[in-house]
Nanobody
């Protein structure tokens, strides 16, 4: 059974940083894609970032480019999302999602329907 567990969320002031972790169990880090999504109250899931194994390609939403960095540690079966220069509009529940087989396009990377496994989410709150 695949399980994804997010951690690292919390309350931070604007301009601060957080590092989210997504620990995967029962999931083989071979041919895969793992993404981070977020959902603010009353809004749809937004694709934030994704890493795809085929060529290590990464996707970032325009709203987080230059501020967020996704990385993976295959030995630890963990994917990280380093979030710097946080803004109040980054406030949301952040979810990691995974699928077997790499993803080739940015559009697919940001599409929640492309993923098969989801974590429970971790709250990120950025105060102004």
């Amino acid at each position: 059974e695949v399980q994804l567990v997010e951690s690292g969320g919390g309350l931070v002031q604007a301009g601060g940083s957080l590092r989210l972790s997504c620990a995967a169990s029962g999931f083989t880090f071979d041919d895969y894609a793992i993404g981070w999504f977020r959902q603010a109250p009353g809004k749809e899931h937004e694709g934030v970032s994704c890493v795809s194994s085929s060529d290590g390609s990464r996707y970032y939403a325009d709203s987080v480019k230059g501020r967020f960095t996704i990385s993976s540690d295959n030995a630890k079966n963990t994917v990280y999302l380093q979030m710097d220069s946080l803004k109040p509009e980054d406030t949301a529940v952040y979810y990691c999602a995974a699928r077997y087989h790499s993803i080739a396009t940015a559009q697919a990377m940001s599409d929640p329907y492309e993923y098969d496994y989801w974590g429970q989410g971790t709250q990120v709150t950025v105060s102004s």
